[in-house]
Nanobody, 118 residues
Framework: VKLVESGGGLVQAGGSLRLSCAAS????????MGWYRQAPGKQRELVADITYGGVTNSVASVKGRFTISRDNAKNTVDLQMNSLKPEDTAVYYCKAYIGNGYSRNYYWGQGTQVTVSS
C-alpha cells in the first residue's frame, strides 16, 4: 500500500493550492483519511480529516479556508487551500486507515512542501 501526495509548491499569501493524495496497492477498504502538516521545529499536527461517509473535521486555524474532500471510487483525498497565510508553510502529509483484507493499518505519504510567501 502506498500514498502519494501531489500539488504542493510556492504561493504568495492570499493564494490557493490544491493538494491531492492517491492510495494504491492491495486495498480492500479505506476508513478515515486526513491531512497533517509539520512546520520546521514544530510537531506534526492534524489539519483536516474525513470519514468514509464524508464527515469532516478541521483545526480551527484553517476553518473557512481549507476544504477536505475524498473520492471513494478513486481512493483519493484532496485538500483545497484558499487564503493561504505564511503560517501555513509546512510539509503536508496524507494519512489513511487502510485494510488489505487481512489487517488494517495507518499509512502515511511521503509529504509535499507548501511554502507561502508574505
Amino acid at each position: 500500500v502506498k500514498l502519494v501526495e501531489s500539488g504542493g509548491g510556492l504561493v504568495q499569501a492570499g493564494g490557493s493550492l490544491r493538494l491531492s493524495c492517491a492510495a494504491s496497492g492491495s486495498i480492500s477498504s479505506i476508513g478515515a483519511m486526513g491531512w497533517y502538516r509539520q512546520a520546521p521545529g514544530k510537531q506534526r499536527e492534524l489539519v483536516a480529516d474525513i470519514t468514509y461517509g464524508g464527515v469532516t473535521n478541521s483545526v480551527a486555524s484553517v476553518k473557512g479556508r481549507f476544504t477536505i474532500s475524498r473520492d471513494n471510487a478513486k481512493n483519493t483525498v484532496d485538500l483545497q487551500m484558499n487564503s493561504l497565510k505564511p503560517e501555513d508553510t509546512a510539509v503536508y502529509y496524507c494519512k489513511a486507515y487502510i485494510g488489505n483484507g487481512y489487517s488494517r493499518n495507518y499509512y502515511w505519504g511521503q509529504g509535499t512542501q507548501v511554502t507561502v510567501s508574505s
